[in-house]
């Protein structure tokens, strides 16, 4: 990519999201080709699993509400905004609650009841399919938003995940500040370490992988 075509728009869906993407833009950075408007890890899946889960929960239709998803793309760092559901929804404690540790461990579930063998390859596939689709019609001249962990410096992060705003050149908007209750706001408080920490393990790892590659 770094030789042949470095204005690329580069979209990740490898996990550990959280570490691959720190790890892709450090890479491209040595390499002089880095633009943080332009990389992507995709956690579109989040948002849809929202979706399904509250649409479930209420009995409405999945396609007719949304739930911002942030933080991160792991069980700890998934942060789902119940407050912020559109359209407005009465939803108690208990329900939120649920939903948000059914949401963060639905991940880990797909795998244990398939063994560990694999993950939920159909689901993720639909989740990047349309992640590319929206990334298409951005690059044709359409100003769309898709949930995305990319460089952001809003949260105390480098990186972060949420609703970010994509045009022709890339990133226009950031995932920025929600209005939280409580309960979402302590998610995030807990998350955000366990995303730094991350973050150093995937910039890290590029001193090990050029090791690896110069014994190669």
Request: charged share 15%.
């Amino acid at each position: 990519m770094c030789e042949q075509n470095s204005n690329a728009m580069l979209a990740i869906s490898t996990s550990p999201i959280n570490s691959i993407v720190p790890f892709a833009s450090a890479l491209l950075y040595k390499y002089g080709s880095y633009n943080p408007f332009k990389v992507f890890g995709i956690t579109h899946l989040d948002v849809a699993r929202g979706r399904t889960l509250t649409g479930s929960a209420l009995q409405v239709n999945p396609t007719k509400i949304y739930v911002p998803v942030i933080g991160g793309h792991s069980d700890e760092t998934i942060v789902p905004l119940f407050s912020n559901i559109s359209p407005n929804c009465c939803m108690d404690d208990t329900q939120t609650h649920m939903l948000t540790k059914f949401l963060r461990k639905s991940g880990t579930e797909v795998v244990n009841k398939k063994l560990g063998n694999d993950s939920a390859t159909l689901a993720m596939a639909w989740s990047v399919n349309e992640f590319v689709d929206c990334i298409l019609d951005a690059i044709r001249g359409a100003e769309v938003m898709v949930n995305a962990y990319t460089a952001n410096p809003h949260f105390g992060t480098k990186y972060f995940s949420g609703p970010t705003l994509v045009g022709s050149n890339g990133i226009i908007q950031p995932c920025y500040d929600f209005s939280m209750n409580d309960y979402e706001h302590a998610l995030l408080n807990n998350a955000l370490p366990i995303i730094n920490r991350d973050v150093i393990q995937g910039e890290e790892y590029v001193q090990i992988f050029e090791s690896i590659s110069k014994k190669i």
